[in-house]
């Protein structure tokens, strides 16, 4: 089973600033093992007619579990 959700806002409050989200949840089952996977990932970003810059941050939580 797996489930995410993710939300990105291209024109935070109507300004040169955009932002978004993402997290996830996964199981993968496998013949000797099943792995498990709790994450996330954020960012914004700001252009104008000279530059832009981003930043991005990213968690992940596996798990693995033997049969």
Not at 16 to 22: A, E, P, V
Not at 35 to 61: F, H, V
Request: glycine share 8%.
């Amino acid at each position: 089973a797996s489930y995410s959700l993710s939300f990105n806002e291209p024109s935070l409050f109507d300004s040169r600033w955009s932002l978004g989200f993402s997290v996830y949840d996964t199981l993968r089952e496998y013949d000797l093992y099943d792995r498990t996977a709790i994450g996330g990932r954020g960012g914004g970003s700001s252009t104008n007619r000279k530059s832009s810059s981003a930043i991005t941050l990213r968690a992940i939580c596996r798990t693995i579990i033997q049969r």
